[in-house]
């Protein structure tokens, strides 16, 4: 047990307490959380996804691509299956998107291309959330660092 002097705080009461967290895409203090940066507000976008999510349409994949460097615009929306998904597939870029699966399930994909500067592979990483986000209703992601993998993970879900 150790001794201290009347009036005088304990050993911890000098430490100052933790300060609040500031904004930012993660924040857990309930405070009010900031956006990526990531424009996706391109109408063309919601048709498309629409298309892609109506059974009745032919579209079952969809790719997005960076317009700039902080927007999204429609690439492709178009009927197929992997190979189709995939010839769309360019290793020199960043991709997000998302496909109907033969059971009616939704997917979001991402490809960070192999020969994509790694500045524009940084970013997309910060704008995944936001970019997955505006593609409702999916249950689940199919994601490659180059265009080789993923082929491979796409091979994984009955599309």
Known sequence: RRWRRPGRPCCMA????PSKVGGGL????????TTS?????????QEAWTKV??????????????????ALK??????GGPAELLEAVDDRQVLFGGFRTKAGKF???MCMGEEAAA?????????K?????????GCGEVCGNSKEEFALNLSKVDF
């Open 107 to 109: 997917y979001r994909v």
């Open 26 to 33: 993660f924040r857990t203090d309930g405070g009010i959380r």
């Open 74 to 79: 429609v690439r492709q929306c178009d009927a």
């Open 14 to 17: 000098h430490v100052a307490s």
């Open 53 to 70: 999510r109506d059974d009745a349409a032919p579209e079952t994949w969809l790719l997005l691509e960076y317009e700039g460097k902080d």
């Open 119 to 127: 500045m524009a592979r940084g970013r997309a990483a910060v704008h």
């Open 129 to 137: 959330n936001a970019a997955f986000n505006v593609l409702e209703g």
């Open 37 to 45: 940066g990531l424009d996706v507000s391109d109408p063309a976008i």
